[in-house]
């Protein structure tokens, strides 16, 4: 059997650690460049750097500096991925940030600013570059989009990332009826407590949640990213608009 993603060109924002590392990877795995973007080159937990770990291992990889904040420093990204690969297959906005855990009556604009800026711009212009050179193309493309649980229920204290994390699935939705007469499928990711990456801000307080998780866990990073790849392949020619909860069950 072939791998999946053969020949084709891969953009993972946020892809020095964590998920978007493990998807990055993965697509690698299978086959397709990767263009790592992120805000720094090195893993938030140490260690050799995305783009220099997928070319030990035989893959096509480049590490693009970038802050999802700024669309042309997107746009920028995706222009370069092109330069280099010669087209964008797979457009994966993973970059999120948590912002301040705070009631909602001591939430700065600051914070709230920040935390739209990366999580709902990020996503919302990194799905404009892409579409433009996916529109182009004439096998379209695919974007996958980072939800979460948080935006499907309430998380004490989150109300600017629970309102961010909502306003990326319904994105989600209205870009799959607008952009799939064209050829491209846009779908998102929500995942649940994913180690302590998602929604445990704070790493003491990692396995808080096992009890109330059906499967009894908090999920991998490499979980997510097969949920990616599943949404970025073949095998999900016909999913388009879809909201794929990764969560353990957490959310039933």
Excluded at 195 to 221: H, S
Aim: hydrophobic fraction near 40%.
């Amino acid at each position: 059997m072939g791998r999946q993603l053969a020949d084709k060109t891969a953009l993972v924002t946020g892809a020095a650690s964590g998920m978007g590392r493990a998807i990055a990877t993965r697509f690698a795995a299978e086959g397709a460049a990767v263009t790592v973007v992120d805000v720094r080159e090195t893993p938030r937990q140490g260690g050799e750097p995305t783009h220099e770990v997928i070319r030990s291992e035989g893959g096509e990889a480049c590490f693009v500096e970038t802050d999802v904040s700024d669309p042309d420093a997107i746009t920028d990204a995706v222009t370069e991925t092109v330069d280099r690969f010669g087209s964008l297959d797979i457009m994966v906005n993973n970059a999120g940030i948590w912002g301040d855990q705070s009631p909602i009556t001591e939430v700065s604009r600051e914070s709230y600013d920040a935390v739209m800026d990366v999580n709902v711009g990020g996503v919302y212009f990194g799905c404009q570059a892409a579409i433009r050179v996916m529109n182009e193309q004439p096998s379209g493309g695919c974007v996958i989009n980072m939800s979460s649980i948080a935006g499907l229920s309430a998380y004490e204290d989150a109300s600017a990332y629970c309102a961010s994390k909502a306003a990326v699935a319904n994105l989600t939705r209205e870009l799959a009826a607008e952009q799939g007469p064209n050829g491209i499928r846009v779908n998102a990711i929500s995942p649940g407590v994913i180690e302590t990456a998602q929604l445990v801000v704070d790493e003491d307080a990692a396995g808080e949640f096992e009890d109330e998780i059906p499967l009894r866990r908090e999920g991998k990073p490499e979980e997510v990213a097969s949920a990616a790849l599943f949404l970025a392949s073949e095998a999900s020619s016909y999913v388009n608009g879809h909201n794929l909860v990764v969560d353990g069950g957490f959310t039933s």
